[in-house]
């Protein structure tokens, strides 16, 4: 049974591939002591995706945050460009490559996705977010 009350988690990291395996560890983790299991798969792919996003294409550090509030689930990545992340799709569609289908997985995988920059209080860059409900 998920957590009645709200509850969040950051998770800072280098700008690391290896970022994106300690981050859906933690995720899958995080998310099994929470009651969230059956979440589990769909959250390491979207988390992969935005984590792979940060360190693949800025060359600061990156943090992934986790949130449950009312029954959703937020994933987001934030990184130190403040440039909007390509649109999904956007590009011609190239089933052979092994990248830039990051974000097409994230729009058909989660309910609600959306950026935004973050320029305020002396953060730089921005937020890349997605949301599951748990239903």
């Known amino acids: 049974m998920p957590?009645?009350?709200p509850w969040?988690?950051?998770?800072?990291i280098p700008n690391d591939l290896r970022a994106?395996?300690?981050?859906?560890?933690?995720?899958?983790?995080?998310?099994?002591m929470h009651g969230l299991i059956r979440?589990?798969?769909v959250v390491e792919l979207l988390a992969a995706e935005l984590v792979g996003n940060a360190v693949r294409h800025t060359k600061g550090p990156a943090a992934l945050r986790v949130r449950w509030a009312v029954g959703v689930l937020r994933i987001g990545a934030w990184d130190t460009a403040p440039e909007p992340p390509d649109p999904p799709?956007?590009?011609?569609?190239?089933t052979e490559a092994e990248e830039g289908r990051g974000l097409v997985l994230v729009r058909a995988c989660a309910d609600e996705w959306g950026w935004h920059r973050l320029d305020n209080e002396g953060n730089r860059g921005k937020y890349v977010w997605c949301e599951l409900a748990a239903a």
């Open 20 to 32: 994106v395996t300690v981050s859906r560890r933690t995720l899958r983790l995080i998310l099994t």
């Open 8 to 12: 969040e988690y950051s998770l800072y």
């Open 89 to 94: 799709g956007a590009g011609a569609w190239d």
């Open 39 to 41: 979440l589990v798969d």
């Open 3 to 5: 957590d009645k009350e």
